[in-house]
């Protein structure tokens, strides 16, 4: 427990030493009540603000996915475990890591009693947080001191990358999807629809039952045999000297694309130099979403070579080594390199 004397305090601690200094200079004994009133004053405000935060329990019950830099809500429930003696004027206080962002203000907490709330939380960043430190402050009962109580929440949560979208995740995103409906039309022998003849198309599709009863050329597009398979590749390597913050922006484009094509019903295969699993097959998203809030960087990491039976999008700051490797595609603004495979290239040429 720390204490702060506030200027009230300041003020009334010098008062009652002028007071005392005044009633042994002068031996008046009005003045020597006078000052035992002021200690003890004293004493009684420092007791009751320590037994107003004593015996307090905290407990935090959070959602069980979290994003980093999106709000959630979580349930913030206080007990008071004293028998007798209610607490008042209590303000609960989160530390930065903590996720809580204002400050709660309880007016009383009588003894036994509990009391739950919804809060609302941010966090910064991704990872396993570890540091969930709360403080409960009061100035009761006179506010001649601040005081705090330090609790430490015994828990450790996870919270994954943010995946609010940004302008390239989106560009990225709708390169390959344009791709994955190309492919879905242009394979598979099961009938998909009839539509218009575009230029530059192969003629042996042609439905001429169709054209002949429409008067304009008509074509056959067939479904895929399968589901075609998404390759998501984040190259955890990170340059020499290069900045942290490219890299937390590659997973988070790498979580944001992963949640985005799974939503969509992708199959999706998601590698890394050191992950490498088949959405839904072996793991959920979520499964995916946490490893990627616990990922780190490895300088020197061996650059994979893609699938050329899967679409792919690779994340990697080594634009021309990846498309010596197989993964060509445009260079976006840095610090993030986005490549694609040379099917979707090709498609978008």
């Not at 979208?165 to 009839?194: C, I, K, T, W």
């Not at 700051?317 to 976006?332: H, I, K, T, Y």
Request: aromatic share 10%; proline share 6%; with cysteine.
């Amino acid at each position: 427990m720390r204490q702060q004397i506030t200027k009230l305090g300041f003020a009334f601690t010098a008062t009652t030493g002028l007071v005392g200094l005044a009633a042994f200079a002068s031996a008046n004994n009005l003045l020597f009540l006078l000052f035992a009133a002021l200690l003890a004053t004293l004493l009684i405000s420092g007791f009751v603000s320590r037994l107003g935060l004593a015996g307090l329990e905290l407990n935090l019950d959070l959602p069980d996915h979290i994003a980093a830099r999106s709000k959630v809500h979580g349930r913030l429930t206080l007990r008071n475990r004293k028998w007798i003696n209610p607490s008042f004027s209590l303000h609960i206080v989160g530390a930065p890591e903590s996720g809580l962002q204002d400050k709660l203000y309880v007016p009383v907490l009588p003894p036994r009693g509990s009391l739950q709330t919804t809060v609302e939380l941010w966090f910064a960043s991704r990872g396993l947080h570890k540091k969930n430190v709360f403080w409960f402050e009061s100035r009761f009962p006179f506010g001649f001191t601040h005081r705090r109580a330090q609790v430490r929440l015994e828990r450790e949560f996870l919270v994954y990358p943010c995946i609010d979208p940004q302008p390239e995740f989106h560009f990225a995103l709708s390169e390959l999807v344009g791709e994955m409906d190309a492919r879905r039309r242009g394979r598979g022998n099961d009938f998909y629809r009839l539509r218009p003849y575009s230029a530059h198309e192969s003629a042996r599709h042609v439905d001429w039952k169709a054209t002949a009863h429409t008067g304009e050329l008509q074509v056959r597009e067939f479904a895929s045999e399968q589901d075609q398979v998404v390759t998501v590749f984040l190259d955890l390597h990170l340059p020499p000297g290069a900045n942290h913050d490219w890299f937390e922006l590659a997973v988070e484009c790498c979580a944001w694309l992963v949640l985005n094509l799974n939503d969509r019903g992708m199959r999706l295969r998601v590698l890394t130099q050191r992950f490498d699993r088949r959405l839904p097959e072996e793991v959920t998203v979520y499964d995916v979403l946490r490893y990627l809030a616990l990922v780190e960087p490895i300088f020197g990491a061996r650059l994979l070579s893609p699938d050329d039976a899967n679409l792919s999008i690779a994340v990697s700051s080594r634009f021309d080594e990846a498309a010596a490797e197989g993964w060509p595609g445009p260079r976006l603004p840095d610090p993030l390199s986005y490549v694609r495979s040379p099917a979707a290239s090709s498609a978008g040429r």
